[in-house]
């Protein structure tokens, strides 16, 4: 892994790990550098999901409360402890931010 991909999988881990439920107060991503939430956005396998709901909200193409029906079911991306488990996931597996250039250039071939 190059340190990009070591320091995503570390603030992965560090949110898993440090977060509490139910609890009050500063969490682990409260102390990450804009740098960090850089590298977080580009390895979040979760972000395009994200930033597209994010966009049809802000558009009123999308009205809030079509989708607070998901917020509410909690099917949605907009969770760091869901982002962490697929970045966490896509380590694992090499895929997305942690594929090697071949694996991605088969994976558009092929699909």
């Given at each position: 892994m190059n340190a990009?991909?070591?320091r995503v999988v570390a603030l992965a881990?560090?949110?898993i790990r440090e977060t509490k439920p139910d609890a009050y107060g500063d969490g682990p991503a409260d102390?990450?550098?804009d740098a960090d939430w850089d590298l977080w956005q580009r390895a979040n396998p979760l972000q395009r999901?994200?930033?597209?709901?994010s966009r049809q909200i802000l558009r009123g193409e999308v009205e809030m409360g079509e989708?607070?029906?998901k917020l509410l079911d909690g099917d949605t991306p907009y969770s760091v402890m869901k982002g962490a488990w697929a970045i966490?996931?896509?380590?694992?597996?090499?895929r997305g931010f942690?594929?090697?250039?071949?694996?991605k250039m088969w994976r558009a071939i092929c699909g």
């Open positions: 990009d991909q070591k881990l560090q949110y102390s990450w550098a999901e994200m930033t597209e709901v989708y607070a029906h966490i996931e896509d380590a694992i597996y090499r942690f594929a090697s250039r071949p694996a």
